[in-house]
């Protein structure tokens, strides 16, 4: 089993900037890919950012491009998620996840089902 623990949530004002971070530990053996997901009250959860572990390439929902930067350090086995200029739309819980196994791909385009371990979320909150 693995375990995935999040933080750097909070509240923040508009056009503000904070940086989550995701600590994976346990029996994580090797990793494929880490990523972001968010969940707003009264809505289903949607992609957000993901990254291979070997190559570090990254891939974003259309709604941050731009706005939010992820990034990843392979022997900490940490996944960072750098926000700028926040919106109010952006506010909801944040998770990220990892996708375990060798890398048959370097290819962070994964589907939310691909993932294999989740976090248990951080909030985020972005006021106007």
């Known amino acids: 089993q693995a375990q995935l623990v999040e933080s750097g949530g909070g509240l923040v004002q508009a056009g503000g900037s904070l940086r989550l971070s995701c600590a994976a530990s346990?029996?994580?053996?090797?990793?494929?890919?880490m990523g972001w997901f968010r969940q707003a009250p009264g809505k289903e959860r949607e992609f957000v950012a993901g990254?291979?572990?070997?190559?570090?390439?990254?891939y974003y929902a259309d709604s941050v491009k731009g706005r939010f930067t992820i990034s990843r350090e392979n022997a900490k086995k940490t996944v960072y998620l750098q926000m700028n200029s926040l919106k109010p739309e952006d506010t909801a819980v944040y998770y990220c996840a990892a996708r375990l196994g060798f890398p048959y791909s370097d290819s962070a385009r994964l589907a939310e089902n691909d993932y294999d371990y989740w976090g248990q979320g951080t909030q985020v909150t972005v006021s106007s």
């Open positions: 346990g029996r994580t053996f090797s990793i494929y890919a």
């Open positions: 990254i291979s572990w070997t190559g570090g390439n990254p």
